[in-house]
Each structure stands twice: as structure tokens, then as C-alpha cells.
């Protein structure tokens, strides 16, 4: 009976660990999006998460520790969409480009406007040219993806290149969703009104700049 109870509360400090770290990981990536990964303390991420002061050094030791989780952790949501867009685009058959093309903008635009906090991240970790992003799995998963889309298509096309198509995927899902004060200058709001039409637009202007590359 006393080793039942001693593995029952074992099993609830590891999920209320857990759980604390999570809270931790949650609070930090608000405070190192909206303010900056120089700007934002140990102390107030623990206040903002609803704990301690110390918590978060006690659950990741240092600030560059727990940074890196946070970073992490984008990483891996990013390979799980990237695996997911694999998947659909496995049961595509070769040569239907419009069909991978409606299944990779789909995806990459509702990962993006469904996590604001990822873009303004990246955006501020350019900037810091810290090295941190540089061949970590979120860029080479990306980069699979688009190879699995250029290999349904001619390779000997220029429009195909799959470095080249991944940097104009990502800058027109990129681009617009990461300023929004630009998309509002222009009239309008970043909603979901706005992806959807984005979504038409860039499948629409890809499907015809690839047509026009292949000839």
C-alpha cells in the first residue's frame, strides 16, 4: 500500500513538473516575442508564468537554457507540419502540381497565422544573428518539403529549383503575416478573411509562374 501511494505521488510531481515547465515555456516565448530576448528576465518570466521567481532557473538553469527550449519547441511544431504536409503530399500523383502546391500553401499559412509568436521569434533572431537557427531542423525540414514538391515536377526547369521555390514559399506566406501594419496601411486586417484570400492568391501566382518556367 505504501509503495502504491509513494508511485501515485512520484507520477503526480512529475506531471506537476512538467506542467510547470510547460507554464515556463509558455510565459517566456510571450516575453521574448513581444519584448525581446535582452529585455525579459528570469524573474518576470517566473511572475508571468504564475510561479516563482526562481522557477524558471530552477527548471532550466539560465536564461540561454531556457531560450533555446522555447526556440525548441517551435522546432518541433515545425516538424510536425512539415511531416504532416509530407504525408498529403505522398498520396498526390507526379506531375499534379496544383494539387501539392494547395496542400503546402494551406499548410504554411495556417501554421504561421496560428502562431504569431513564431514569426515575430525568428524575425528577432535574424536580427540577433546569434547562429542559434542556422541548420537547425526547422530550416531542413522546411527544405525537404519543397524537394518533395520539385520531385513531382521537371527538375530541369529553373522555376523547380527547390531552394529557389522554398524562399518564395516562404516569402509570400512570410512576409505579409509577420507585418501586420503593412496589411492594414493597405485597408485591410490580418483575420482569417485575410489568409483565406492570401491562401487563392499565392496558389493562383505560383500554379502560373511554374506553368510559365516550364515551357
Known sequence: MLAAQQALDE?????????????????????FADLGYEAVSMERIGRAAGL????????????????????????????????????????????????????VVENLLEFLYERPTFLTLVQR??????????????HLTLLRT?????????WTSVATNPQQLLLTLLGLCWFPLANPPLIRDLGGQLDRTFVEARKRHVVALLKAGLKNGRR
Open 52 to 103: 516563482s521567481r526562481g522557477a524558471p532557473g530552477y527548471f532550466f538553469g539560465s536564461k540561454v537554457a531556457l531560450y533555446r527550449a522555447v526556440l525548441e519547441r517551435m522546432f518541433e511544431a515545425t516538424e510536425l507540419m512539415v511531416e504532416e504536409t509530407d504525408r498529403q503530399l505522398a498520396g498526390v500523383p507526379d506531375g499534379d502540381i496544383d494539387a501539392a502546391l494547395e496542400i
Open 11 to 31: 507520477t503526480t510531481l512529475r506531471r506537476d513538473a512538467e506542467r510547470s515547465r510547460q507554464t515556463i515555456i509558455d510565459a517566456a516565448e510571450r516575453l
Open 146 to 154: 519543397t524537394l518533395t514538391i520539385a520531385e513531382k515536377l521537371d
Open 125 to 138: 533572431e535574424a536580427l540577433r544573428r546569434t547562429g542559434l537557427m542556422e541548420g537547425t531542423r526547422a
